[in-house]
């Protein structure tokens, strides 16, 4: 058995070393264009901005423990430039020595990951406009960020585009993220990173949103890059960096007849293999299964490439491995406050028409009499009938990872949000709460099904121009004089059980307070003295997280 | 509707204010024998050694809000002494003014709680000899911890004992903790913990264990008390706190005919309704199912505590909540490091003569090449045919609470180890791994279950007199050198290959390495040869755990 890999990191590494374990005999070629067969990509904006001082602890696994450890023979700075299925093998080219020569296989695994897009914009060719996909890119981008670059502009604000922002940060270069839509780290619902938009900016970081560019210059004998915008308005940078998403590698593939999707991912059977049983694809160049909707996606993620390439060599040796499908659970770091998510967006549940509900709340990440608790905002996604989770997200300094790590076990098992009620975790005060965040919103999402606690959100409340929503302010004075939503009437709380008679009946009520607790309250004391009213999710708190600007005048 | 509830904190209160937001026109009464009706008695230890700084703070719902937020009838320092169940009332005193009276109930709710057990050793009844269990306690626990004592003993190793351990050490008392068993933390299996204790012991604390104290003496004028232990040793303490586990306080309810178990816990159905349907039991008084195994226990946690508080108010109103039995999720911080479990520990699987299968792992709570990556040690035990999940346990500084969560919540879902493989979690190098600790543990498993990974326990191989087990060290030499396990030979794993003549045929082989990976790789080579070879799991960190004096004697 001679198994070919082309292209080393999760993907091609992972499928390489499992073969070995499972047989001692097999031939393993592993083709790598770069240097590296094995290195941490997701580690390099970090090697950028100093954090990781160290090039070699980017290093997975070295070149020598491959070929040593795992008997596997890698070819580093060697690319495949094309497949021939017929002769089952594969045309190579040596990058040092320019060679070409044809290797054969029995089983070839693609593993050729997604290269960044580089839009066809005049001027782009230019050697300071960099992007961020291998070591090599990491070098250079590390030579400049420790020159004396003043000023950098970021084109793209998803993952990599906040983390390179954040990491030239750190060298003290002024960073400005130009990005297309009204939002940063577009993975995620809108509402969800405002404050991560307004966290960026305190810390020095100009966000340029929707608008793109329409040109780049060099200027100043080439040391600079003058950026032209759409917008007409201009920016000068010392260099740039690009990272507006990737696209599967996959060209090579067609090429030889293998089916790829509508999005250039090759389709693979869960077991990896393509549409030719002698070839197998894994890591960001494949199409997956969307694990909640079960549909066709592209989601490059190093979990799941990692775990694909164990199930093609599983299968090549005769097991029955299979991918379920990717879930979507994503993570960002941006100057110290996290983002993450697993399962569906609402903007994706909205793209595919799929029935929803859901619900925010802003606990805080472990029991608030305990020093150093803080807020986090979470927001949960769920089938409006059964109670199937569908998604979740979460952001906040501390804590987030663990409850959406917990949740994407749920998503995983089918739970639905009464499981999450019941949900047992780890508590002392300073992990978390007697009622932890993760049962919190188990307990907010149930009452909504249930109808204990209907709810009602932020946007519905904006577009509500002809007054049908009754304004309720359950907080107290000093709360509601230092901002509220426009036309709110404040009746505290623990007044309202005697104030009743100052509310309409015959008209829809929407309470709120800070973050839906006392709203929740006072929606049953109504509701139970035969009101009709909703409580606003997740309070103010979620009012102004949709609406920044407008929570900035009403200060 | 007249409810009456007796006893506040976790269950009761949650009772309560779940009962009101059920139902605006009902009378409910909350009767409560301390100050307080809700406090957080989690934070007591903390609140002594001034990590919490104001007493306040510990107040989760003071009398006021409870009485104007909720309308609750509450009475504090209010005992109740016997209930009338063919009266349907209670008989209550007021602790203020000595005066008594009965009270009435539709349905009444037994929230009492669990008392420390106070061993009836001479002397305890010392004004010295302090407990844990509300905040008139806590206050005088604070007193003579701020004042110029300068020896504690803590009598009982549990999670309260070493919690105020560590609080009396921030307060700079000397404290030696006493130990009826082996090991402290004895809800944990001893060799997750002995890393804990050598850790307690770097801090200044003594532990004196395998001892416990027959007869406590005042001395000097009753300002110090000598601790008189069954080994006939003595130490002197400014004063003792007692905690060596709690029982619950079934006895008015057992003195009224409701049904108990054998270990005193009150007997409820799921809906939490007791033998007598118009009395409820929630919290630490009533007994549980355990939920991996099925079987009645007594597991005092305050999140079970809230969530039966809510079922016993749903159920009076007509809903069908129903409870599904603890898991007995549990968390510890000392100084520190972190213990955590969920479901059974081996040593409750051994003694319920269930089957089971373990594994362990020591990985970094986040990527190894990103910094402050910190070690931790998992233990996960399963069903050795179907692979289900029954429990884990983890300790180490960082990290351990979520990986913990994330498997309670698999447990709850009656998730396999093979599910742990595909777990999708969040990864970026400050948070995880692409293979995180969760997937790591559930290759190992189900590598396990597949028979693709044998592996063998530290026990069994201290326990192998006769030499059946040849002892394959597969790590460098100078790791060899720097200790190892009795009569191990040493082939380094990358020249195993080269070195197979060395090797005996027909002869067991236990190969390890350092956390178990190069153990696994040298196994996966050695059975791929043919030879009868099995991995010490968890590798040598694992041997040193579970032999930490022997491991002292190597070095």
Redesign the interface.
Known sequence: MKIVIVGGV?GGASAATRA??????CEIVLLERGEEPSF?N??MP?YVGG???SRK??L?APIE?LR????LDVRNRTEVTEIDRASKSVLVRNLSTGETYTESYDKLIIATGASPFRPSIPGIESSRILELRDLKDADKMHVLATSNAKHAVVIGAGFIGMEVAENLVRRDIHVTVVQISKQILPTWDHEMVTSIEEHVRQKGVTLWLNDSPERFEEINQGSQVAVHLASGNRIDADFVVVSVGVRPESKMAADAGISCGPRGGIITSPSMQTSDPDVYAVGDVVEVKD?VTDKPTQIP???????QGRIAADHIFGRHSRY?G??G?????VFGM?A?M?GQSESQLKKSATPYEKIYIHPNDH?????GAQPMTLKLLFDPVKGRILGAQGVGSSGV??R???I???I????TVY?L????????????S???P??MAGFVASSVLRG?HPVIHADCIMADSDSKYFILDVRTEAEFNDGHIPKAINIP??EL?NRLEELPKNHKIAAYCKVGQRG??AT??LA??GFDVCNVSGGYTSWCQRYPFDFAKSK
Do not use: H, W
């Open positions: 999760a070995r374990r499972l047989n001692e005999d941490a997701c580690g970090y954090e990781i001082k602890s980017l997975v423990r040593q450890r795992y008997r694990f993620l190093a979990g799941p490439a990692n775990r379920r990717t879930q659970t994503a993570i960002v770091g996290t993450a697993t029991a608030g009499y305990y020093p990872d663990k959406i790590d917990v994407a076990m749920a995983q098992a089918g739970l499981d009620e019941q949900a047992e975790l780890c508590y002392a005060p300073q992990y978390g007697a009622k932890d993760i049962n204990d709380l623990d059980r929740y309250m049953r004391i139970l003295r």
